[in-house]
């Protein structure tokens, strides 16, 4: 394990440097010296296996891990039983996809509220997540799934919320998009302190091992009074979240997360900028890199 940056999909430089396929992407990530790559299937797991097989080949050869998002319309809250299944099914899918691309982690939404009270959806999204654990990781020993922070108010997934989802079963990774959960509470990341409180919370319910390897998202987030209106560039420094704050606690606790820039476009070059932060932090304390 080592901390790892990288991009969600492509950055709109990598195509205008005239790259076409993702199959592309680990060399021209790994030449610009990040090391993680997230693959979306977020509109749907439509990869199909020689592709997912050569873009894992390449990732391999390029030291550049590998993890995906599986798709937005997962909803462990359907009040439909089967639609709740549904959702599961989809991450068994995703799981596919990823052993062919040689990774270990899925990020997924939980779900959403809709109408009914916050409690009961929540209640539904343990269910689903205690019922599938014990075939879903006989099967996908080697797999985490990562419930993320959500940026809307009426979605599933504050980080106490996440943080009892993980508690159900030691293959759930947190995911701590610090966009959503800044846009959710109307722009609350301010200091170190803040952040520390998110990763409190999580340390208090699941302990220290699995948040020094969790899932982190990172980018600036428009919002509203109802949480996240959209993804922004670090060139835009009205709504934050910024990552000095974090980038201190993570040297500071000894983290090694797997860091995911979703800038609108600029990705990669944003997860560089991280990188350059920490590391900024490492040398300033004298550690070496
Ligand atoms: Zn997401």
């Known amino acids: ?16 440097q005239g ?18 790559y997230e693959y979306s299937f977020g509109k749907g797991i439509t990869i199909t ?14 030291d550049v891990e590998i993890s995906v998002h599986a798709p937005y ?15 599961i099914e989809y991450l068994r899918r995703s799981a596919q996809a990823l052993r062919w691309f040689g990774g270990t982690r899925i990020v997924f939404h939980p779900g959403s509220c809709a109408k009914l009270p ?18 879903f990781f006989a099967e996908y020993p080697d797999v985490f799934l990562c419930p993320e922070t959500m940026g809307k108010l009426n979605q599933v997934g504050t980080p106490a919320e996440v943080a009892q989802m993980c508690a159900v079963h030691d293959n759930y990774l947190p995911t701590v998009d610090f966009g ?8 609350v990341l301010k200091t170190k ?47 934050g979240p910024f990552f000095e704050p974090l980038a201190e606690l993570i040297v500071q606790r000894n ?28 040398e300033q304390k004298g550690e070496k890199i």
Request: charged share 25%; hydrophobic share 40%; aromatic share 8%.
């Open 118 to 135: 916050r409690a009961q959806a929540m209640e539904f999204v343990l269910a689903m997540l205690k019922e599938a654990a014990a075939s």
């Open 180 to 187: 959503h959960v800044n846009a959710r509470e109307q722009g």
């Open 73 to 87: 319309y997962i909803n462990l809250a359907n009040p439909d039983a089967e639609k709740r299944s549904g959702g």
């Open 193 to 239: 302190a803040d952040y520390a409180a998110v990763l409190d919370t999580l340390e208090n319910e699941i302990g220290s091992d699995r948040v020094k390897r969790m899932h982190i998202h990172f980018s600036r987030i428009e919002y509203t009074a109802a949480g996240e209106k959209r993804h922004l560039t670090f060139a835009d420094k009205q709504y």
């Open 49 to 62: 296996e020689p592709t997912a097989r050569a873009i894992g080949e390449a990732a391999k050869a390029h």
């Open 255 to 282: 983290m090694e997360p797997v860091i995911i820039c979703e800038s609108d476009g600029t990705m990669a070059e944003d997860a560089l900028e991280m990188q350059r932060i920490y590391l900024g932090i490492l």
């Open 19 to 36: 790259n076409k396929k993702s199959v592309q992407a680990p060399g021209w990530i790994a030449a610009r010296g990040l090391n993680a």
């Open 1 to 16: 394990m080592a901390i790892r940056f990288g991009p969600s999909g492509n950055s709109a430089s990598f195509y205008e």
